[in-house]
């Protein structure tokens, strides 16, 4: 899998939607730039198109990304059902990794 930063497609209804081809959305929106980071398959697990027009970013990228909104609200996470504050964005991004990539 790779991590992409997207923005929502329009639908029928006019709703705000994951695109098609993200495995997993919704996450880390960027109010400023109205993005969103998700997971999609890398290209030699696909047989479809993702447009180009979507950033393929790294763990590292990701977590310059997060740096300003963890400052403002420290992250937490939830393991086995309890909640904990994240005393990092590095902290943040591996437990994130570790639940999704795998």
Aim: contains cysteine; aromatic residues 16%.
């Amino acid at each position: 899998m790779k991590i992409v930063t997207y923005k929502k497609h329009l639908n029928y209804k006019n709703q705000l939607v994951d695109p098609p081809w993200i495995i997993r959305g919704d996450m880390f929106f960027d109010p400023d730039s109205k993005t969103y980071v998700g997971l999609v398959l890398s290209e030699n697990e696909r047989e479809y198109f993702i447009p180009d027009s979507v950033e393929y970013i790294t763990k590292s990228e990701l977590i310059e990304r997060l740096r300003p909104f963890h400052r403002q609200r420290p992250f937490q996470a939830k393991i086995n059902g309890v909640r904990f504050a994240c005393d990092s964005v590095e902290e943040f991004v591996d437990y994130w990794w570790s639940k999704n990539y795998s």
